[in-house]
């Protein structure tokens, strides 16, 4: 299944997270390796970091969003969205950036050609 069926959860509904966390996980594990298979130059490659798992929020976010900014780098579009800042406990607040976080993963796939 691909992430963008799963690009949602639930707040609250924590299973529905940790399955939303593997996915999404995947789905950059995927873009990664495409992103290795292509003519696009990388410097200095993309980091894999451990999302798969949220242990702490704040520190998920940075890394995502270092992830996330690699990948935009990557693709030559500069500096991506800030998703990094989000305040887990305002539910308007993380639907709208698990809306805007599947743009951005609808984009790179796009992107990608995947």
Known sequence: MAFSAVSNFVVGDEAGKQRWLLEHYAEHQIFNGAIQTTTISISAGISEYPIQRMEDQEVWLLTHQRMHQALWSAL??????????????????????LNLHAQIHADIRGALGL
């Open 76 to 97: 030559g579009a500069g500096i991506g969205a800030d998703l990094a800042t989000l305040d887990w406990k305002k539910e308007s607040q993380v639907y709208d950036w």
